[in-house]
């Protein structure tokens, strides 16, 4: 069983400009959030820059990313931005890293689109150089954390071998059934060895519906070719009151020893619902 203490992050993948996030990051903390994650596309907020301003407003919630899309950057030059948001925040960064998946982001740079494989050696190189660089005593600009945390995030073999050999944090982007979710842990578990128990397991609800009906728009976006019936038994759709989402939580931490639950701020989710959710489920 994952020894990690059970904790909670709130994505605002939703959350408008960077004095709106801000504002989001305070409502989250003040419901209890332990986290909040932000992402990395084009048309929103640069992330680190928010993840700054989210630190200097919200005293002692870690700040994390959900997650940076490496290939648009170079190792060494996102090393040293980590750690100068390790130290502004007095080392509440923890680094969430991804391969990236949406063509857009890549054309919208000027970037060509790399294959699933080139993403993920470009993701390797970014994990082992920024561990490297973070980790050493001489490294400038200082970072608190020596390192900072690494979170990966993925679903397929390559990246979930990659995060089980160096990352810190997994986020498992698994959107099935949960019997997938735990094909995937085990998978893991396989490729990690002895440093498995050493490793925290994350997932995230991409969806949330308490207490009414779910609207399927937000999942059918990312499976288009699924029926709503299997949307609707996707292990990434929490649902019912917070008494029933609470079970669910626990359930999937009781089975497959997940410990670290981040949540997206979906459209219609009130922070009373938040609230109520996470004073159930701690």
């Not at 397929?156 to 995060?163: P, T």
């Not at 288009?224 to 009151?241: A, F, I, N, R």
């Not at 922070?271 to 489920?281: F, G, I, N």
């Given at each position: 069983?994952?020894?990690?203490s ?11 400009t ?122 400038l ?14 679903i ?8 089980a ?11 099935g ?45 990312t ?28 359930a ?18 009130t ?11 701690r």
């Open positions: 069983m994952n020894a990690h059970t904790r909670f992050g709130l994505n605002l993948v939703f959350a408008g960077v004095a709106e996030t801000v504002e989001k990051a305070k409502r989250a903390a003040g419901v209890g959030f332990d986290v909040v994650l932000v992402g990395d596309h084009l048309g929103s907020p640069a992330p680190l820059p928010t993840l700054v301003a989210i630190a200097d407003a919200v005293p002692a919630i870690r700040i994390s990313n959900l997650v940076i899309n490496s290939a648009l950057y170079r190792p060494a030059l996102l090393a040293r931005d980590l750690a100068t948001v390790d130290a502004a925040s007095g080392g509440r960064l923890e680094i969430g890293l991804g391969s990236g998946y949406i063509e857009a982001d890549f054309a919208g740079s000027g970037m060509a689109f790399p294959s699933a494989g080139q993403r993920v050696e470009l993701l390797t190189e970014h994990v082992t150089a920024i561990r490297k660089l973070l980790s050493s005593p001489d490294y600009p200082a970072p608190v954390q020596s390192p900072p945390p690494i979170m990966v995030a993925g397929g073999d390559k990246m979930l071998s990659l995060a050999q160096h990352a810190d944090i997994i986020a498992i982007a698994a959107q059934r949960p019997d997938e979710l735990g094909e995937r842990i085990d998978y893991i578990k396989t490729q990690a060895g002895p440093r498995f128990e050493q490793i925290e397991l994350a997932f995230s609800f991409f969806q949330l519906s308490f207490n009414q009906t779910p609207d399927l728009t937000l999942l059918r976006s499976s288009p070719k699924s029926t709503d019936d299997e949307l609707m038994q996707s292990v990434t759709l929490l649902q019912g009151s917070a008494p029933q989402a609470a079970d669910r939580i626990a999937l931490r009781e089975e497959f020893g997940i410990s670290y639950f981040t949540l997206n701020l979906s459209p219609g989710t922070w009373e619902d938040l609230e109520k959710l996470l004073a159930t489920a």
